[in-house]
């Protein structure tokens, strides 16, 4: 999750997470691809071709976002709509950069929101490997999709382009914690 109002990840970003472990820039890639054809091995050409990794902004909010995050997130005891919503408080009485992420999270759908800190928080207690939650999140996805928010989303996003969905419930405190159980049930 990290900083909510990254929409993607940065280059830094992807290095500093483990998503990748080497940046080779595009202007290299005729070195890397002749280097990979004349049979060498992969990993040292990779690192010979590579360069030092950008500064990652994601990381750089650890700061001021992890201790919110664990105060939401931390008691898995905690119904996922509650710690949702603590999580929407901690980042309003922040600083600048974390009222731009409430802020931010505030647009989405509510109930996506709250479905995405609970499988995180579920992914955290349970230390999933990345195939377990891929797995998860295929169980999950359809639940979501089936749901009208994800056509209104599509609507304001792709048909009409007004950037104003009509989310129902409209605000994360307002999200069922039945349905919320429903769309987590085990498959």
Do not use: N, Y
């Amino acid at each position: 999750f990290g900083v909510a109002g990254q929409l993607f990840l940065q280059l830094g970003d992807a290095l500093a997470l483990g998503f990748a472990d080497f940046f080779v820039p595009s202007t290299r890639i005729g070195q890397l691809r002749q280097r990979l054809a004349a049979g060498d091995d992969p990993a040292l050409a990779v690192a010979a071709l590579a360069e030092p990794a950008p500064e990652s902004a994601l990381l750089r909010s650890r700061d001021w976002f992890d201790p919110i995050a664990d105060e939401a997130l931390g008691d898995e005891h905690r119904a996922p709509v509650e710690a949702a919503a603590t999580l929407i408080r901690g980042l309003e009485r922040g600083g600048e950069a974390a009222r731009e992420t409430a802020r931010t999270v505030r647009r989405m759908c509510p109930t996506a929101v709250v479905v995405t800190l609970a499988q995180l928080r579920h992914t955290r207690a349970e230390a999933l490997t990345l195939a377990e939650v891929l797995d998860d999140d295929l169980r999950l996805l359809p639940r979501l999709m089936q749901r009208d928010d994800f056509l209104e989303g599509v609507r304001a996003a792709v048909i009409d382009k007004d950037g104003a969905p009509g989310w129902d419930p409209a605000r994360i405190e307002d999200v069922s914690e039945g349905r919320v159980a429903r769309i987590l049930a085990p498959a």
